[in-house]
């Protein structure tokens, strides 16, 4: 399509989510250290059941539905975005076995490509439907227990638009295909825009099948459905829509991506390194501050004698919490299910936890350049000269 603006935008978008990323690490660094590295094939099947399976997603039925289907839909649907990158430097790109011929394997003729455009398309439609499900959950219904801000209606926006956009990208470059590219691009036919127009169907492998064109359940539903909506309109106007609907979700992809570590959507990313890293021990059960009720009682005196020197006792300030607890407030999503569940909140006390969890991690990026910045990194408190550590105080 076009090589430097695709490798533009790939190394530019990349580079700013590295950045954030990484200064997202070192945020966690500021946590105290804790060994959540055990028993590792009971935090592989309990990441399977909460992280992949989604268990707990059936608390809220349609609003689990929704999840369920994007989150199935971002993982199907990675591949495409994989594909579109791929064809900014070669159109015929298809990660050599989603292409339009069948693949051998096992002594069988597989049509892997067509497999995954019907696959794709099914998914992409049931992608439109979830994140149309929390618009109305966020801008019609308006849920108390959500956070109801113009970030979260922004991110179901980006998602519509990638997923609408791959579509009439499709079909547009099906009407071109059928119409164009081998009936009318011809020794007449003017040689610049019938190469355009081959370069939008490269990807197809040769002439179609069926010059006849219609909505067809297989292999691309959606793409054909959209097709049939453009089919009418010149070769000049599909070429736009085609290209609008290939950079419009090459490039978002990128942007919502770099989104991601700056709204409450990071849990895309954190959401499995958390469920891995979860306490295994009985539900409710507080840590074990000490072995002993004496030792409980040295520690306290020795915090109320020499309070530069103690250990500290609970948690007074954001470095007291481990890194687990820090990756707990990435990993919030704001749904308020904490809150609907908490005995004191539900009697109309004052307590919330999700607005507990979001102070707590607001403090922490408010902070953030004054941990990464400091003296000998973020990690732990560092001491100032008069044995005071900085911290929140």
């Known amino acids: 399509m076009n090589p430097t603006w695709m490798l533009t935008m790939l190394l530019g978008l990349g580079a700013a989510f590295a950045w954030s990323a990484n200064r997202r690490w070192q945020l966690l660094k500021v946590g105290r250290p804790e060994n959540r590295s055990d028993h590792l094939i009971t935090r592989l099947k309990v990441t399977w059941e909460y992280a992949l399976r989604q268990r707990k997603m059936g608390y809220y039925p349609l609003a689990g539905l929704a999840h369920k ?13 994989v594909m579109l990158w791929g064809r900014g430097f070669d159109p015929t790109f298809s990660l050599w076995i989603f292409g339009p011929e069948p693949v051998s394997l096992f002594g069988a003729k597989l049509p892997l490509g067509h497999l995954y455009d019907f696959l794709k398309d099914v998914t992409a439609s049931l992608v439109v439907f979830g994140a149309l499900v929390f618009v109305y959950f966020r801008v019609i219904k308006r849920e108390s227990r959500m956070t109801l801000s113009g970030e979260g209606v922004l991110i179901l926006a980006i998602i519509l638009v990638m997923m609408l956009s791959d579509m009439m990208y499709d079909g547009a470059s099906m009407v071109l295909h059928h119409r164009h590219a081998y009936e009318k691009c011809n020794a007449a036919a003017d040689p610049v825009l019938c190469g355009r127009i081959q370069t939008l169907v490269a990807h197809f492998g040769g002439p179609p099948a069926d010059q006849a064109l219609s909505w067809s359940l297989y292999p ?26 290939f950079w419009a979700h090459a490039t978002l992809v990128m942007v919502f991506l770099n989104l991601l570590p700056h709204s409450k959507h990071f849990h895309i990313i954190t959401s499995l390194p958390n469920v891995f890293a979860t306490s295994l021990e009985p539900a409710g059960k507080l840590p074990t501050m000490a072995p002993s009720s004496e030792a409980i009682g040295e520690m306290v005196m020795k915090a109320a004698d020499e309070p530069e020197k103690a250990e500290p006792v609970g948690i007074a300030r954001i470095e007291h919490f481990t890194w687990k607890a820090i990756l707990d407030f990435y990993t919030c999503t704001e749904c308020g299910r904490c809150s609907d569940n908490c005995p004191a909140h539900r009697t109309g006390k004052i307590l919330s936890p999700k607005q507990f969890t979001l102070d707590l991690r607001d403090h922490l990026y408010g902070r953030e350049n004054e941990f990464i910045n400091r003296p000998g990194g973020p990690k732990g408190a560092v001491d100032d000269g008069h044995g005071h550590g900085h911290g929140d105080g």
């Open 69 to 81: 289907l994007i989150f199935v839909g971002f993982i199907i649907l990675l591949l495409r975005s």
């Open 220 to 245: 691309s539903p959606a793409g054909s459905l959209f097709a049939m909506g453009l089919d009418g309109a010149g070769p000049e106007s599909l070429i736009l829509f085609a290209h609008m609907g």
